[in-house]
T-cell receptor, first 115, second 112 residues
Framework: DTAVSQTPKYLVTQMGNDKSIKCEQN?????MYWYKQDSKKFLKIMFS???????INETVPNRFSPKSPDKAHLNLHINSLELGDSAVYFC??????????????FGPGTRLTVT | QQQVKQSPQSLIVQKGGISIINCAYE??????FPWYQQFPGKGPALLIA?????SEKKEGRFTISFNKSAKQFSLHIMDSQPGDSATYFC???????????FGAGTRLFVKA
């Protein structure tokens, strides 16, 4: 069973389009994240959700809107896509309790290419 | 103050050699320091982690050395193998902060 899954794995689209990436975790974790990894491999947090509530929003443009329908899912919708949005997007989850290891489990990534 | 500085950017090591990656941080509130390993086309995966109450942690061939006063920590890979070739990220977080800051990554290549 895949712990953290993302769909789609690849996404190629044109500038100006709107697209969504879905993420699901079956680990029972209460915290989920979206990260952006650019072409230089730099990994930057975009959002974190705890128990379906937005906790961290790292100065991400309003065109990016995360949605957490339940603790196991965190989707990312992107409006009016721009060339600079091309990157690999990773979903991750962790269990943030004092007794937990805080290990983040990452999904396989979604490679978004905007042309 | 939120940054984690990682070096070197890339590293080539002979098989059997020692790989050393260094990281430095500014925020003294950080209390969890993991290292993640990422293979091409995959998501990062936790390799080993340390909390500041210990100066060293070893798991197999991987060791974290932690210097609290210098605000530095490093990953040592002993007897490096070609299968260790990957990108390594150091990171830091504050317990309960819901945010992990990653270093810029080190691309390690182990020559056979």
């Amino acid at each position: 069973d895949t712990a953290v899954s993302q769909t789609p794995k690849y996404l190629v689209t044109q500038m100006g389009n709107d697209k969504s990436i879905k993420c699901e975790q079956n680990l029972g974790h209460d915290t989920m994240y979206w990260y952006k990894q650019d072409s230089k491999k730099f990994l930057k947090i975009m959002f974190s959700y705890n128990n379906k509530e937005l906790i961290i929003n790292e100065t991400v443009p309003n065109r990016f809107s995360p949605k957490s329908p339940d603790k196991a899912h965190l989707n990312l919708h992107i409006n009016s896509l721009e060339l600079g949005d091309s990157a690999v997007y990773f979903c991750a989850s962790s269990q943030d309790l004092p007794t937990a290891s805080y290990e983040q489990y990452f999904g396989p990534g979604t490679r978004l290419t905007v042309t | 103050q939120q940054q984690v500085k990682q070096s070197p950017q890339s590293l080539i090591v002979q098989k059997g050699g020692i790989s050393i990656i260094n990281c430095a941080y500014e925020n003294t509130a950080f209390d969890y320091f993991p290292w993640y390993q990422q293979f091409p086309g995959k998501g990062p995966a936790l390799l080993i982690a340390i909390r500041p109450d210990v100066s060293e942690k070893k798991e197999g061939r991987f060791t974290i050395s932690f210097n609290k006063s210098a605000k530095q920590f490093s990953l040592h890979i002993m007897d490096s193998q070609p299968g260790d070739s990957a990108t390594y990220f150091c990171a830091a977080s504050v317990t309960g902060g819901f945010k992990t800051i990653f270093g810029a990554g080190t691309r390690l290549f182990v020559k056979a």
